[in-house]
């Protein structure tokens, strides 16, 4: 991915026509230099790595520290002034932005940049890739926890549920819309991060890993090719009506109809109160060069439309 993000550093930076390369160093970050330290929810580090590379190579007095994490620690980050941003896929909750207004900071400012999903992915031996909502409520409980539940003829035995990890944005949204606030089943357990997910699913036929999407959408990248070689995706169930002839994985066409039903929406929230490096970072992902990566990246981006096509 590293040579196609150079080249596309060249054709951004002649979009734009507005890097700082003057190499002054200014007393406290601008939009477009100094050094700031960002927390990312982990599911999203595909293309939020991509954003960075491309950002500091526009505006090489500018140096983002970007920061790895689960979505509750990326938001304890910003709460504590550990991180200027913090990447996620939610808003702040009441009592967390009571913790800013004690720190005289009056509101948290929010950039809307594009969307995201959570996939189902399952061993590339695994038949049963297509999944009804009421399966998915079903294996998130614990009701369902044997492939024999799902297809009588699956003799992959006792169901595991695979997370990325104990406080991230994955388990908060399908305890919150599929589970409607009650606990997950005995069945489910959480890792360290996306790529442990993959790697476990790969060698376990009786798994299904939950990651953000942004870990397998780009297959342009190397990385995403080679796991997409070892896993499956699952097919779900469409909330609204199925559009004829296209399957409901989480591709860019059904999470932009919102014909997927687990896709998110991802927002920087910044506890930044002047226009810094924050506000700069931010403003290029919202921006067309910016919004273009999520594009390539086989993302949605917030500010342009996709097409779907079926091509017969």
């Known amino acids: ?21 003057s190499g002054s160093q200014a007393p406290k970050d601008t939009v477009s230099t100094g050094e700031i330290t960002v927390a990312c929810d982990e599911s999203l580090k595909p293309i939020m790595e991509a954003e960075k590379m ?3 190579g526009l505006y090489t007095n500018a140096k983002i520290n970007m920061l790895f994490m689960s979505e509750f620690e990326a938001v304890q980050y910003l709460l504590k002034d550990s991180a ?56 998130m409980s614990g009701e369902l926890h044997n492939w024999n539940q799902i297809n009588p003829n699956n003799n992959f035995g006792e169901i595991q549920i695979v997370f990325d990890n104990p406080t991230s944005g994955a388990i908060r949204l399908l305890q919150d819309s599929v589970l409607k606030g009650l ?40 990385n995403a090719r080679q796991f997409l070689d070892n896993i499956k995706v699952a097919e779900v169930e469409p909330i609204l009506m199925r559009v004829a002839g296209i399957n409901n994985k989480p591709m860019q066409g059904n999470i932009a ?14 506890r930044e109160m002047r226009e810094g490096l924050g506000t700069g970072f931010a403003s290029f992902m919202e921006s067309e060069p910016g919004q273009k990566i999520i594009l390539k990246g086989g993302l949605v981006p917030y500010r342009s439309s996709i097409r779907t096509i079926n091509l017969k």
């Open 1 to 21: 991915m590293a040579l196609r993000i150079c080249g596309f550093i060249l054709l951004v930076s002649l979009l734009s026509g507005c890097a700082n390369n």
């Open 54 to 56: 491309v950002f500091e």
């Open 84 to 139: 200027r941003l913090a990447i996620i896929t939610r808003e702040l909750k009441p009592d967390e932005l009571a913790v800013l207004k004690e720190q005289k900071i009056s509101k948290a400012r929010y950039h809307k940049i594009g969307y995201d999903a959570i996939a189902f992915i399952m061993h590339a031996t695994n038949k049963d890739t297509s999944l009804s909502l009421n399966q998915v409520k079903g294996l």
């Open 183 to 222: 606990p997950l089943g005995k069945n489910c357990f959480a890792l360290k991060g996306n790529e442990a997910v993959l790697e476990y699913v790969e060698k376990n036929k009786n798994a299904i890993g939950i990651i953000g999407v942004s870990w397998i959408s780009d297959t342009d990248d190397l």
């Open 257 to 270: 109809l919102k014909q997927y039903p687990y896709y998110r929406l991802i927002k920087v929230v910044s």
